[in-house]
């Protein structure tokens, strides 16, 4: 990925998700090079995990790189399947970001941290998204249209 610049070494699609609308470029590692797909793939990233844009650590980094996996996951997907995946999707890495669930006073707590602690005395929970129908994206893109 690339914040602002496009690398014209690697295939990237433009994605206005950066601050004031400003567009980023995710890597597409699969074949895809249709931007129509690649614009409902996109479409379905933004409805299950929006662009968060804090700065804090780095966040609006961590969120479009945990962003870009998701969008390749569901590429390969269709490649894979002929058809865009929909519902319940696990993403078990987050980066920077680890999603850990601990015993603390005799009960689970799931909570994220940066990853200083302790592996083999966590369980990962993952990171549970819904992707919607791409029916969802037909129906936005004629309300658009009729706006």
């Keep these: 990925m690339s914040l602002d610049t496009r690398d014209l070494t690697k295939h990237q699609t ?25 614009q409902v793939a996109k ?24 962003r870009e996996y998701l969008l390749n996951l569901i590429l390969f997907y269709r490649e894979a399947h002929g058809q865009f995946p929909q519902g319940a999707v ?3 890495e987050r980066w920077a970001w680890q999603g850990e669930a601990f015993k603390r006073a005799g009960r689970w707590v ?16 993952g990171f549970w998204v819904h992707l919607p129908s ?11 249209q009729s706006n």
């Design 43 to 66: 479409w379905q990233v933004d409805q299950a995990l929006p662009q968060k844009l804090n700065t804090y650590f780095g966040g609006h980094y961590y969120s479009f790189v945990t």
């Design 134 to 144: 791409v029916q969802g994206f037909d129906q936005s893109a004629e309300t658009n």
């Design 14 to 38: 433009p994605w206005p998700c950066g601050h004031g609308g400003a567009v980023w470029w995710a890597n597409v590692h699969t074949e895809e090079r249709d931007e129509a797909v690649l």
């Design 110 to 125: 799931v909570g994220w941290f940066w990853r200083f602690m302790q592996r083999e005395d966590f369980k990962s929970p």
């Design 90 to 92: 696990c993403i078990v």
